[in-house]
């Protein structure tokens, strides 16, 4: 997916074990974590990656997140990814992804993910004007349905289980990495359901951060639109998640 756009990041991906689930296809989660490595490697290439926020005093949140499922690769095939901003706010940037067959070039995903800068520190929000990311010239969106609201109520939750957080799950900021929220969600469900479900989409709202040695517990709602799945740590809100299948 070559381009001369600065600023549009663009890479061919293989999908290699470490992204294939049972079925030898690019799993939920394993997909959320290709998104996050585009999301990086574009904020390095914009110079305003966490590793350099890191040396000025800031570091980047993802609040939140949607994805819509069309097809999910099987595993050795390469890929076309591009991820670009598209929409910037004083405090927050929308960022989209799309996922493309390298043969047909018909999408397999598409994302968009907001993002906020925090002080290090204080973790106070920080105008974006404050780092050299950009603010003018977006591509055009390819994906900006809003957000929801999941709202603060429990009713209808089922506790599925609970999970003590260990050093191999903390990122550079020294919290959960967000990937290790999305593995501990899709985990309500059993392979056999699985195997006879499609994803077809999701939306994740970070809402809090966990530390290691913290104890999670994770739980589940069925509701009309999807499962409802949410991460508590004692009792705070850490991660809400819904996820929406089609049958194979």
């Known amino acids: 997916m070559a381009t001369d756009n ?17 079925e030898v296809k690019l799993g939920v989660a394993q997909a959320l974590l290709m998104l996050q490595d585009n999301f990086t490697d574009y904020f390095y290439t914009l110079k305003c990656d966490g590793v350099r926020l890191r040396e000025i005093g800031y570091f980047w949140v993802f609040t939140k997140m949607k994805v819509k499922f069309f097809k999910r690769p099987n595993w050795h095939e390469v890929i076309d990814t591009a991820t670009f901003t ?3 706010t ?3 940037t929308s960022v989209n992804s799309i996922f493309k067959d390298k043969t047909t070039g018909e999408p397999l995903l598409i994302a968009n993910q907001e993002a906020c800068i925090l002080d290090l520190k204080k973790h106070h929000p920080v105008a974006l004007a404050k780092v050299p990311y950009p603010n003018e010239g977006f591509p055009e969106a390819i994906f900006d349905e809003p957000f929801g ?6 009713t209808g939750y089922e506790e599925i289980y609970d999970h003590k957080i ?3 799950q903390i990122d550079m900021s020294h919290h959960l990495n967000n990937i290790e929220y999305i593995r501990l969600a899709v985990n309500v469900f059993s392979e056999e ?6 994803v077809d989409s999701l939306e994740v709202h970070y809402t809090g951060e966990s530390k290691e040695g913290q104890t999670l517990r994770i739980y589940k709602a069925e509701k009309e639109d999807g499962t409802y799945i949410r991460i508590k740590e004692s009792e705070r809100c850490v991660f809400d998640m819904r996820i929406s299948f089609r049958d194979k």
């Open 193 to 198: 359901f699985m195997l006879t479900h499609e």
């Open 86 to 88: 598209v929409k910037n």
């Open 6 to 22: 600065k600023l549009i990041f663009s890479k061919e991906r293989s999908i290699d074990s470490a992204y294939m689930d049972s």
């Open 149 to 154: 609201k999941f709202g603060s109520d429990d």
């Open 90 to 92: 004083r405090l927050k």
């Open 166 to 168: 260990r050093y191999s």
